[in-house]
């Protein structure tokens, strides 16, 4: 089972949460809008997002445990997961330490796929995880296991889980984000969620 972080396992994206705190709601939209009329590719936002965030790494752990709530479903999903077999795999585009700092604070411990970065006083310098144009490419994963013959689960929210959920054999979206209404729009069978509550009685029914 693969699963996104931001916005998927919080309830915001705390990467965006991050760069809007540095640099202001309009300087954020403005760069939103280049990748959404296609002039820059995530990465290429990613990069640039992170150069304007200035904070140590304990500043940013400490802003996101005062801006973001990992859902408290989660912890009782992974075991519920384990408890059947299930391998957990957290994938993202976002800051590798700083979500592994997040969810060890919130009582998980799963493998994180994802970025690292150089928490610079003068802006954070991204190292990504693949050459992806998606600053990750999560499809690879998904790929990679059903390859090994694993029936793969993908639970994701936004742009970069969108070649993912071509991939995975069950998908779950987040209700009224951007995989959901992707998802619609192309006829990929999956099912919307709120709550990791729900994903573990889908797949698992009761205890």
């Not at 002039?39 to 140590?56: D, G, N, P």
């Not at 997040?102 to 970065?117: F, H, M, Q, S």
Request: proline share 3%; net charge negative.
């Amino acid at each position: 089972m693969f699963v996104d972080f931001d916005g998927t396992i919080t309830d915001v994206d705390t990467f965006d949460a991050l760069v809007r705190d540095a640099v202001g709601d309009e300087i954020w939209d403005s760069i939103d809008a280049e990748l959404a009329a296609g002039y820059l590719t995530l990465r290429e936002v990613l990069m640039l997002q992170a150069s304007h965030i200035t904070k140590s790494e304990a500043e940013a752990i400490a802003f996101l445990e005062a801006t973001a709530t990992v859902d408290p479903a989660f912890a009782p999903f992974v075991g519920a997961a384990r408890r059947r077999g299930v391998e957990v795999c957290v994938v993202s585009s976002g800051i590798g330490p700083i979500i592994r700092t997040t969810l060890e604070r919130a009582g998980v411990d799963v493998p994180v796929l994802a970025n690292d970065v150089d928490f610079a006083a003068d802006g954070w310098t991204m190292t990504f995880i693949d050459e992806s144009a998606n600053g990750h490419d999560k499809a690879a994963a998904v790929r990679e296991a059903r390859a090994a013959g694993r029936l793969t689960v993908f639970v994701g929210d936004g742009i970069s889980d969108f070649t993912a959920a071509h991939e995975a054999q069950r998908c779950f979206a987040k209700a009224g984000r951007a995989l959901e209404s992707y998802c619609r729009a192309r006829n990929i069978p999956f099912t919307p969620f709120t709550s990791f509550a729900e994903i573990e009685s889908a797949l698992f029914g009761c205890e």
